[in-house]
């Protein structure tokens, strides 16, 4: 699961969670329900927060060259 946490407009703490990264994706290819411009608080993925500072328009260009292997949940056998 990837969480994405932003200060709306009016400064207001907004969540939004996507079930996997794929739709996480899909969600930033192409038209943005999120204004480009708000600021990114936190960006989790699996329970571990991701080194993302930034804005909501550049997480697609960031997060598609972002190797995500180091925070996989691992099965244990």
């Keep these: 699961m990837i969480e994405l946490k932003y200060l709306d407009s009016y400064k207001v703490e907004r ?10 994706m899909l969600a930033f290819s192409g038209c943005v329900t999120i204004p480009d411009n708000l600021k990114v608080l936190s960006l989790t993925y699996n329970g571990k927060e991701l080194p993302y500072k ?7 260009r960031t ?8 925070y996989e949940n691992k099965k244990e056998n």
């Design 54 to 60: 930034g804005k909501i328009g550049n997480l697609y």
């Design 15 to 24: 969540i939004v969670r996507y079930l996997d990264f794929d739709e996480f």
């Design 63 to 70: 997060m598609s060259q972002f190797d995500l292997s180091a």
